[in-house]
């Protein structure tokens, strides 16, 4: 059996202070206690990323979606469950149960976020060289010639002239936006590429071309891709396997055409329909 390039067993991820109630099995509305008022917004969830694929993450607003990718990303703490990297600690170390440097060494170096708001993963201020370049410096690249050359191959991968390279990002328009965080996600040549919604609230056009971005960058880099969305066109645009979501719950994992031909559970039929 080929090793998956990242592991996820059992990850909860709770907002609030749980009682006896929701921590003894006690049933949810949707994915909070009742009592309590506990969000459990990820859900004892198994996940497996091999090398070179595209996973697809999709779900309704709220069902937890981002949580997931954010605790990958180590932007907060889960509250339970483990997560190993085949490429660190001989894949048998806790990423979660890490120091903060050793986490801030894996999102450096063998990891690549893209976020749905690209303030979040941007410097609007620093020219967009200086954003890819500040991911170079933390995965340990010193020489300025080896990094502007880097600059320029990354900016060119995602078609940003390099005439704007020293212009903020926040002069771009919000595809292109999106286009300098996939160049400096993938700056450290990570082998794993995490986007979080990365085409909402782009135009049709815009979107379809981060799209084609997203598929060239596989096949040229052959990294390891979770993408989130809520868009089912776009999961079956790119994703070879997909996970469906509810209420921080996994329901249906598969081969994506399979998922969507034929769907077994009524939450996933309700969104392929949807999309007829
Ligand atoms: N800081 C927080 N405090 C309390 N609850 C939170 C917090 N962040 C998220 N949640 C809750 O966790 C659940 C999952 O949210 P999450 O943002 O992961 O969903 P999502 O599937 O990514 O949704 P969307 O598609 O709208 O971004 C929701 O019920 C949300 O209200």
Same mark, same amino acid.
């Given at each position: 059996m080929e090793t998956p390039v990242l592991r996820i067993d059992h990850l909860t991820v709770r907002y609030g202070k749980t009682c006896d109630y929701c921590r003894n099995g006690g049933e949810l509305h949707k994915n909070t206690? @009742?009592?309590? $008022?506990? %969000?459990? !917004?990820? #859900?004892?969830m198994n996940v497996k990323l091999y090398e070179g694929e595209i996973l697809g993450i999709v779900g309704e607003s709220g069902s937890g979606k981002s949580t997931l990718m954010k605790s990958l990303f180590f932007d907060f703490d889960v509250t339970e469950g483990s997560g190993f990297l085949?490429? =660190? +600690? +001989? +894949? /048998? !170390?806790?990423i979660f149960a890490q120091s903060l440097q050793q986490k801030k060494y894996i999102k450096n170096h063998l990891m690549g976020m893209v976020y749905q708001n690209p303030m979040l993963g941007l410097?609007?201020?620093? &020219?967009s060289a200086g954003n890819i370049a500040e991911k170079l410096i933390a995965a340990g690249q010193r020489s300025f010639s080896g990094m502007n050359e880097r600059v320029e191959e990354l900016l060119d991968a995602v078609e940003i002239l390099q005439s704007r $390279? $020293? /212009? @903020? @990002? $926040? #002069? =771009? &328009?919000g595809g292109m936006q999106q286009r300098v965080q996939i160049s400096k996600a993938l700056a450290n040549n990570p082998a794993i590429l995490l986007l979080d /919604? %990365?085409?909402?609230?782009?135009d049709l056009s815009v979107q379809a071309k981060v799209l084609e971005l997203i598929r060239e960058i596989r096949q040229r880099f052959h990294i390891s891709i979770m993408l989130v969305s809520h868009d089912l066109a776009v999961i079956r645009m790119l994703a070879d396997r997909t996970i469906v979501m509810l209420d921080g719950k996994i329901i249906e994992q598969g081969l994506t055409d399979q998922i969507l031909d034929d769907p077994q559970q009524p939450y996933t039929q309700q969104l392929v329909h949807s999309l007829l």
């Open positions: 206690c @009742p009592r309590c $008022k506990t %969000v459990w !917004a990820c #859900n004892d085949r490429d =660190f +600690g +001989g +894949g /048998e !170390a806790d410097r609007m201020d620093y &020219s $390279k $020293k /212009e @903020p @990002p $926040k #002069n =771009f &328009s /919604e %990365v085409t909402t609230g782009l």
